[in-house]
């Protein structure tokens, strides 16, 4: 079984930063990719970035302000967060899975979720 758990969420003012941190544990044969999606009140859960065999996945909207990375003695995947925007308000989930490379930034395409960590940004 494998287990995925979040934390570092919080309240933040426009232009600050938050690191979120996901922990997986289990079998390490189950997945090849970590990911991290967000969803806001009312809308579809989106990519935010993804870490797989050493290489990084950012959605252009982060890119260049949101920096993935791993720690693979701990089994955990960081996420950087810097210069947040107010909409970017929203539950950010941790996910692990094994999607081929097309299908790396749909959330279908990931087995294993945490329970998400809520990020505020205040104006």
């Known amino acids: 079984q494998v287990q995925v758990t979040e934390s570092g969420g919080g309240l933040v003012q426009a232009g600050g930063s938050l690191r979120l941190s996901c922990a997986v544990s289990?079998?390490?044969?189950?997945?090849?990719?970590t990911a991290w999606f967000r969803q806001a009140p009312g809308d579809d859960r989106l990519f935010v970035a993804a870490?797989?065999?050493?290489?990084?996945y950012y959605s252009d909207s982060v890119k260049d302000r949101f920096t993935i990375s791993r720690d693979g003695a701990k089994d955990t995947v960081y996420l950087q967060m810097n210069n947040l925007k107010p909409e970017e308000t929203a539950v950010y989930y941790c996910?692990?899975?094994?999607?081929?490379?097309?299908?790396?930034?749909?959330?279908?395409?990931?087995?294993?979720w945490g329970q998400g960590t809520q990020v505020t940004v205040s104006s």
């Open positions: 870490f797989r065999w050493g290489y990084t």
């Open positions: 996910a692990a899975g094994s999607p081929i490379l097309s299908a790396i930034r749909t959330d279908s395409a990931y087995n294993y």
């Open positions: 289990g079998r390490t044969s189950s997945w090849s990719t």
